[in-house]
Each structure stands twice: as C-alpha cells, then as structure tokens.
C-alpha cells in the first residue's frame, strides 16, 4: 500500500505542475504570432489524435472492437447535424448493442 | 461573447454520466488490485484525470516500481502542458490564481472552451465542474460496490468520448482547410505511433502536427 499511496502523491504533484506550467509562465500576456499559429491549429490536431486513439487504441496496440462502429453511428449523426447529446447517446448504444451481440 | 460559469456547467452537462461511469469502472479496477477503499478515492480527488491514473494503476498492477507508475501517468498527461499554455493569456491575476485555474484544463473542455485559438476562461472552468462530480462520484460508487457492479463496459459508455471528441473535431474541420490537413496529419502520427510508444506520447507527438501546419501558411 506504500507504493500506491507514494504514487498517488507524486502523481497528485505532478499533474498539477503539468497543468500549472503554461499558466504560471506565461499567464494573461499574449503569445508571440508563431505561438497563436500553433495554438489555431492545435484543437484539430489533439481532438484528431484523441478520437483515433480512443476509438483504436487499447494500451500498446490497435484493435477494431465494438467502440468503432459506435463511433461511427455517432459521425453519421454529426454529419446529419443531430444534436451532441443525442450523438453521444447514440454512440453508447451502438456500441452496447454490438457487445450484447458478439 | 463571454460565457459564464452557468454556460460552462450546461455545455459540460453531456459528460457528466460517461464520466461517471469511467469513474466507476476505475474504483472497481483499484479495489481488484487490493487497493484500500479510500485510495482511489483519493487519487479521483487529486489527480483527477481518468486516463493517468489508469495507465499508472496498471503498471502497479503488473508489479511495475512506483517510479514507472509515475512517469507512464506523467506522459499520459504531457499533452496538458500544450493546452495549458494555449489556455494561459485567457487568465489573469496572480500566478497562484493562475496555476490554480489551470487545473481545470481537462480534454473536453479545453476543447469546448477553444475559439480559434482563443479560450473562454469561465467556459472551461465551468465545464469542468460536472466532469468532476461525475468523475469523483463514479469512484466512490465503483469502489464502495467493488466487484458487486457488473462491468460498466457493458453500456458503450466508453464510446462517448471518442464521440463526444468527434463533434468538437466536426466544427473544427468546418472552419478552414488548414485545419483538415492537420487533422489528418495528427490522425496518422497517433495511429501510427500507437503500437510503438507507451500511451500518451502518441497523442504529444500528434501535436507536432500543429507545429507543422503553422510553420507551412
């Protein structure tokens, strides 16, 4: 139980310096133009990553389970404009449904 | 154009089950480990990021050193140290204020809160806060109940991130074609580093894409 309660500490601090660090640093000023350039484009970039990685990735390696199909039925919905609460539901279902099934 | 706290919490909302039900799963995981009933509970409160404190209970899990556990979790949340300074000329006050309000930098709202680049500083604040409860309250009922709960896989909760994420992406995509190719440049780097490197660096490395996009306008 030391080394839970050890890693819980640690972590507790460094996650909370992660998160400081930007705001701590360079706080209510604004970022050089190059800056603002990168910071544009850094939402697609991330949100890109984090749906592939989310619907793909299990630890270390890529598997095709029941999250894409849920995922899928849930960029039809997007594309049909559906509202996010609905699409978010729908995705959950999809994928239950999937898993009840196989 | 200013949100307040009120619009951060409405647009925050959404999550509020799916992470719950996260929260759960990961009070259920840590009990299996012989956790103590109050250390997840602990680690919801002050770590407060769902996918460090899986990726850092596994490697305990695996019989992995506390130093392991640490830094698997850290790189897990590297990624944070990017957005908190996208987010960081939307605050303003002291920098204990400040490092206090960069707390509240979580995916879903960094992602909300983003207006071109540009953040809404209540907006993220706020939808963060159900996000919180969810995730909090979720541990506690997962570990209180342990095993008794059966597997929250079970109801697809685990396919409203990427969803949810796929939305905000949506109205990215819309705005620029920039944006698209970067997209699709992140989306490869992800994929593609996924079965090389530990969890979390794939998703830094696809921030590169964004370095990349800048640089070519």
Same mark, same amino acid.
């Given at each position: 139980m030391t080394a839970v309660w050890t890693t819980i500490g640690l972590l507790a601090l460094i996650s909370a310096g992660i998160k400081a660090t930007g705001p701590v640093l360079v706080g209510g000023r604004d970022l050089p133009g190059w800056a603002t350039g990168v910071i544009e484009l850094l939402a697609p970039a991330l949100l890109a990553a984090l749906v592939l990685v989310e619907t793909f990735g299990s630890d270390r390696a890529l598997v095709l389970d029941a999250r894409a199909p849920g995922v899928a039925a849930a960029a039809l919905a997007i594309a049909l404009r559906a509202p996010l609460l609905l699409t978010v539901v729908l995705a959950a279902a999809v994928t239950a449904a999937v898993r009840a099934l196989t | 154009m200013a949100s307040s706290y009120r619009d951060g919490i409405r647009a925050g909302l959404p999550l509020l089950l799916p992470t719950a039900a996260i929260g759960v799963s990961f009070g259920v995981v840590a009990r299996s480990l012989g956790? =103590?009933?109050g250390a997840p509970i602990v680690m919801s409160a002050v770590v407060f990021s769902g996918s460090a404190q899986f990726a850092s209970t596994s490697v305990l899990g695996d019989g992995g050193t506390v130093l392991a556990a640490v830094l698997a979790a850290a790189l897990v949340n590297a990624r944070f140290l990017p957005m908190g300074i996208a987010f960081a000329p939307a605050l303003s006050g002291g920098p204990v204020r400040r490092a206090a309000e960069g707390q509240a930098v979580v995916d879903a709202s960094w992602a909300l809160a983003n207006r071109g680049g540009s953040f809404d500083r209540k907006l993220l604040i706020g939808a963060t806060i159900p996000q919180f409860v969810g995730w909090f309250g979720g541990t506690v009922g997962g570990a209180v109940a342990g095993s008794a709960i059966? =597997?929250?896989?079970r109801l697809g909760l685990d396919a409203m991130f990427p969803a949810f994420f796929l939305a905000l992406l949506a109205g990215e995509l819309r705005e620029s074609r920039r944006a698209r190719e970067v997209a699709v440049g992140a989306g490869a780097i992800a994929l593609a580093l996924t079965p090389l490197l530990p969890p979390g660096l794939p998703i830094v490395a696809a921030a590169l894409a964004a370095v990349a996009g800048a640089r070519r306008r």
């Open positions: - | 956790w =103590d009933l059966g =597997d929250p896989a």
